[in-house]
């Protein structure tokens, strides 16, 4: 190992596994959606981005997978790493390459083809044998069982929790190392939504895939996730391991809808508006 390469594998070591350094992004030129955003993830957590419809969850996904220039949206400060490495100007093929992989919301599926033409398309990248294809195959449906019983079914009509399993499985294909999840839980069932999220633990304790996932679901995300930020109108309000941050009782009353003495106004929790990181 040569000087170099030794200097570079322990700056690999010593920095965060995916680091977002106080990113802003605008869209159409105008609209300033993320406002200095920074966060971490730790290699083979599963941190919970949360937030209510607006807050800017999906945006910062897509400015770290690169899929912001289809909207019109532009990454226009800070800078994201992943392993050590900059990555906020390479392209999305270029990611999923690396082994970064967003699962988009809204369980985006290629309605035609079947289930298991699905989950194919999720090994385009990458030049493997038919055999080892399909052992990927096989571990998918391993973790996702009802998709074996639904492989010859065209995915448009399949139910919305089998869409959302087609599309991690899809991810999941593409043998990622981080999958960036947005909104798995939006309008499925709760138990199909428990039954997502234990899958995803599953993949994480597993096969070491680390998550960043995107959740209006506050109370199911912080139950499986090891830590969370909180997003209002484009900042990082709050952060914390998920324990903390389930028992908080500021995070109960707002994000929650649960109150220890009562509902309060939002003027009455004081304490809230000091603990933001940032300055009105």
Not at 88 to 114: A, K, W, Y
Not at 160 to 175: D, P, T, Y
Request: glycine residues 8%.
């Amino acid at each position: 190992m040569t000087m170099n390469t030794a200097t570079e594998a322990a700056a690999q070591a010593a920095a965060p596994y995916l680091s977002i350094n106080n990113v802003e992004v605008i869209y159409n030129h105008v609209i300033l959606v993320l406002k200095g955003v920074s966060l971490q993830v730790e290699q083979g957590s599963i941190v919970a981005l949360l937030g209510a419809n607006g807050a800017g969850k999906s945006t910062t996904l897509k400015s770290i997978s690169n899929l912001l220039h289809a909207e019109r949206g532009d990454v226009t400060k800070g800078s994201i790493e992943f392993k050590g490495a900059r990555i906020d100007q390479m392209t999305p093929n270029e990611l999923v390459r690396r082994g970064v992989i967003q699962v988009m919301e809204g369980r985006h599926c290629f309605g035609h083809l079947s289930i298991e033409e699905n989950l194919l398309t999720g090994a385009y990248t990458r030049k493997i044998s038919r055999g080892e294809l399909n052992a990927n195959l096989e571990k998918v449906y391993h973790y996702f069982p009802r998709l074996k019983t639904r492989r010859s079914s065209q995915a448009g009509y399949t139910s919305g929790g089998e869409q959302q399993m087609c599309a991690i499985g899809r991810a999941l294909m593409a043998k990622p190392e981080m999958i960036l999840l947005d909104e798995p839980s939006m309008g499925l069932a709760p138990q199909i939504v428990e039954e997502i999220f234990e899958i995803v633990k599953d993949l994480n304790t597993k096969e070491k895939v680390s998550f960043l996932l995107a959740e209006q679901n506050t109370m199911v995300a912080l139950r499986y996730a090891d830590f969370g930020y909180i997003m209002e109108n484009g900042r990082i309000v709050m952060e914390g391991e998920a324990k903390e941050l389930a028992a908080n009782e500021d995070v109960k009353e707002f994000y929650l809808g649960l109150a220890g003495e009562g509902r309060k106004s939002f003027r009455e929790v004081k304490h809230y508006r000091r603990r933001k990181r940032w300055l009105s």
